[in-house]
C-alpha cells in the first residue's frame, strides 16, 4: 500500500524558517505531480505549491516568493522550503500526490499532515 509520510513541521518564529518532507513509499511505479496543502483552522485546505514530474513549478500567490518546492524523483521525496514566515502559514501541512502503482493503477495520496505553527 502507497504511503505519505511528512516531516520537519514545528513552532518557527516570525520571519523564520522550515523544511518540510514527504516520502513515498509503497509499490510505486510512477510519481506524477507532488502537491503541497494547507489547512488553517476554520478554513478550507489550499493548494499552497504544486511540482509535476517534468519540475514545473506553481505556487499560491500568498506564498510566491517566500516558498520553494522541490522533489528528488529517486528517493520519492518533495520538500517545501518555508521562508519569511508569518502568523498567517500556521496551518496543518499536507503532502499529495498523483501516483500509479503497480497492478493497482493511478490513484490520489495524501500524508496524514504535519504542523506549522508560525508564533513569536
Known amino acids: 500500500q502507497v504511503q505519505l509520510a511528512e516531516s520537519g513541521g514545528g513552532l518557527v518564529l516570525p520571519g523564520g524558517s522550515l523544511r518540510l518532507s514527504c516520502v513515498a513509499s509503497?509499490?510505486?511505479?510512477?510519481?506524477?505531480?507532488m502537491n503541497w496543502y494547507r489547512q488553517a483552522p476554520g478554513k478550507q485546505r489550499e493548494l499552497v505549491a504544486q511540482?509535476?514530474?517534468?519540475?514545473?513549478?506553481t505556487y499560491a500567490d500568498s506564498v510566491k516568493g517566500r516558498f520553494t518546492i522541490s522533489r528528488d524523483s529517486a528517493k520519492n521525496t518533495v520538500y517545501l522550503q518555508m521562508g519569511s514566515l508569518k502568523s498567517e502559514d500556521t496551518a496543518v501541512y499536507y503532502c499529495?500526490?498523483?501516483?500509479?502503482?503497480?497492478?493497482?493503477?493511478?490513484?490520489?495520496?495524501w500524508g496524514q499532515g504535519t504542523q506549522v505553527i508560525v508564533s513569536s
Open positions: 511540482i509535476t514530474s517534468d519540475d514545473i513549478n
Open positions: 499529495n500526490a498523483d501516483i500509479r502503482t503497480l497492478g493497482i493503477g493511478r490513484h490520489d495520496y
Open positions: 509503497g509499490p510505486i511505479f510512477q510519481i506524477y505531480d
